[in-house]
């Protein structure tokens, strides 16, 4: 038996990373709190009133948001967990490089390799270089699981050959998103940090409308992930690669993997709409 790896949030590569982002943003944060409190009681850098008190109840909202986001995103790995593990001990006939391969000559794609890449939750296709790259345990196993991710992934490859316009609006986002995440973290700690001050808040909107990429991006990979999965399905059941019950595992599996892209995109909204209430109530505070 083949155990695949439990996925995490963002199971199939996006070429983001926002995890690392908005843990340094919660911790920065945290800081930044303790040191504001006590000197603008001191300095009288804000200012109390109907506005701050409004300031506070935004803020208090987007911390609810996070926190439910938060809770969306543990019930949906739990499931995930559970469901990876159920269905890596179901055997198929097919391993996932064969399934790869197959559901590739089917769709008429014949210039995409099928790779084997060592390391866990690798598994994804890159348009670059024209290459279904499996994880080594997706690629060797003949699991229903392996054969969801392969088929998966080969939904990217059917994608790039039929210019699927929203894979191709992501591709064109990355470059700009892994710029705009990286430069987000400085601009919105400035911005926070000068805000702290009783300075202006341009800089901590700027900051904001660069970490608003990633959200961005997170919404537009949910079509990109969902019909993926939705090709792959079609092809499992197209093709009688797995007869009707393994098929309606295959669909389990890939729903639920699909939705930590929902959970990623929900935790990315929920800090989105945070950072915005904070900044908001800073600057009520000072008017």
Not at 38 to 43: F, K, S, T, W
Not at 76 to 104: C, D, F, W
Not at 244 to 257: G, I, K, M, Q, V
Request: aromatic share 8%; glycine share 10%.
């Amino acid at each position: 038996m083949c155990l695949l790896a439990t996925p995490a949030p963002g199971w199939y590569d996006t070429g983001v990373n926002m995890t690392a982002f908005i843990h340094f943003l919660a911790q920065f944060e945290y800081i930044l709190t303790d040191y504001s409190n006590g000197v603008g009681a001191e300095n009288g850098l804000f200012f109390g009133g109907a506005g701050g008190a409004l300031g506070g109840t935004a803020t208090l909202l987007g911390l609810g948001l996070l926190v439910v986001a938060s809770l969306i995103g543990a019930v949906v790995q739990a499931r995930l967990k559970s469901v990876i593990e159920k269905y890596s001990a179901v055997e198929t006939r097919l391993t996932g490089a064969e399934t790869a391969r197959r559901m590739l000559e089917q769709n008429g794609i014949h210039d995409v390799k099928v790779i084997s890449v060592k390391g866990r939750l690798t598994d994804h296709y890159n348009p670059a270089d024209k290459t279904v790259n499996l994880s080594e345990t997706v690629y060797a196993c003949n699991s229903i699981a392996a054969m969801a991710v392969a088929a998966h992934e080969c939904g990217h490859a059917v994608q790039h050959a039929t210019a699927y316009p929203w894979l191709g609006l992501r591709s064109s986002l990355v470059p700009v998103v892994n710029i705009g995440s990286r430069l987000g973290q400085l601009v919105l700690m400035a911005g926070l940090a000068m805000l702290a001050l009783g300075t202006g808040p341009t800089v901590a909107w700027i900051g904001l409308a660069l970490f608003a990429g990633t959200t961005v991006f997170a919404l537009v990979t949910l079509p990109v992930e969902f019909n993926a999965s939705a090709r792959a399905l079609a092809w499992l059941e197209r093709n009688d690669a797995v007869n009707s019950a393994l098929h309606d595992d295959a669909r389990t599996a890939l729903r639920w993997a699909a939705m930590t892209y929902v959970a990623g995109a929900l935790s990315s909204l929920a800090m989105l709409l945070y950072y915005a209430a904070i900044i908001l109530s800073r600057t009520s505070r000072r008017d």
